[in-house]
């Protein structure tokens, strides 16, 4: 029986990447096929959730000043001595777009990453030696200086290694022109968060002796990931991570298809998100790519890279695709499937 991998991405505000994993693997049954769920995830939102899942709670400030009640997760040390006591965290959890109201009630300049620094703190409190922070889907571009405010340097970490993942390849002062807009900056505000990046980069130069403006990665999620780097935070690619946690490489020389997806399909697709990590490893697998939406831009990378499109909004209408998503994905990939040679 042929083996389809489901290893989609979150369909942000619509259904998470287990959701989207399942609804996939139902289509694929429903034409005779074996599949296996592997929901991913680029490092932000739904990193917790492909790392196992939250097993703490933290009460920290969130992004505009309320306390929010993060969710975290700890691991002891492993019994054998092989793995360290870890901690994840996603930042989104304390500073994340959602959590300010979403775009149109955001704050885009005094947006802050205080909670991060709480949070952090928090997991080298229980014990954690080493921490992984997941940096997207942030409502910030505070550079990370809300964090450091309470971290104040590299001491704070007691000797734990911090592995900072990030979702995209930006830099660090592109991060207000690229994503400062879908927080809700205006156009003055843009270029105050540009200018306020840039003499945050000479700050941490001074002080902590590393220039974050040319580290690819340090922009994510509007720069709290420079600011980790430069309190001595190792910048990874968050899809590479979550690939080799996950055993993604084993995963796809067993399938006979792969199935990937995310809520909207563009040209920041292929910058550090997980279509555009699926699309090197499909070797001769044929590969579906369902989204919620597509752009053009976004279509024509994706051919590029011999990946199949399907827009649910294209297909079915925008009102459908974002009542049923989950029934939607799990009728095309069950098409797509019938329609690939037997």
Not at 66 to 84: I, K, N, Q
Not at 206 to 230: P, Y
Not at 285 to 306: N, S
């Amino acid at each position: 029986m042929p083996c389809l991998l489901a290893v989609p991405d979150k369909f942000k505000g619509t259904a998470t990447a287990g959701a989207v994993a399942a609804a996939m693997a139902a289509g694929a049954r429903a034409c005779g096929w074996a599949a296996t769920e592997l929901p991913m995830s680029d490092g932000g939102e739904g990193l917790l959730e492909v790392m196992g899942g939250a097993n703490r709670r933290t009460v920290v400030r969130g992004p505009l000043g309320a306390a929010v009640t993060a969710s975290w997760r700890f691991e002891e040390e492993a019994s054998d001595g092989s793995a360290p006591a870890t901690a994840v965290i996603e930042m989104s959890q304390a500073a994340g777009l959602v959590l300010a109201g979403g775009r149109r009630h955001n704050d885009a300049v005094a947006a802050s990453t205080i909670g991060v620094g709480e949070l952090i703190l928090s997991a080298v409190a229980a014990g954690a030696r080493r921490l992984v922070v997941g940096c997207g889907g942030s409502a910030t571009t505070d550079g990370g200086c809300g964090a450091l405010s309470v971290l104040k340097g590299a001491e704070a970490l007691a000797g734990a290694e911090m592995i900072v993942a990030c979702d995209v390849k930006a830099g660090f002062v592109q991060a207000a022109e690229r994503f400062a807009p879908q927080k809700g900056a205006s156009p003055a505000q843009v270029a105050l968060l540009e200018r306020r990046l840039g003499e945050l980069a000479d700050r941490y130069e001074g002080s902590f002796g590393l220039d974050v403006r040319h580290l690819e990665g340090a922009g994510a999620a509007g720069g709290l990931a420079g600011g980790l780097a430069a309190i001595g935070g190792a910048l990874v690619s968050g899809f590479e991570l979550v690939a080799s946690f996950l055993g993604l490489g084993d995963r796809m020389a067993a399938a006979d298809a792969v199935a990937t997806g995310e809520g909207s399909l563009d040209d920041q697709s292929f910058d550090g998100k997980v279509v555009g990590g699926i699309a090197p490893r499909r070797g001769d697998l044929p590969v579906l790519c369902v989204a919620g939406g597509a752009t053009v831009e976004g279509r024509r990378a994706a051919a590029a890279l011999g990946l199949d499109v399907v827009s649910l909004s294209e297909r079915y209408g925008a009102g459908e695709a974002m009542a049923r998503p989950l029934e939607l994905v799990a009728d095309v990939v069950a098409q797509w499937l019938g329609s690939l040679p037997s």
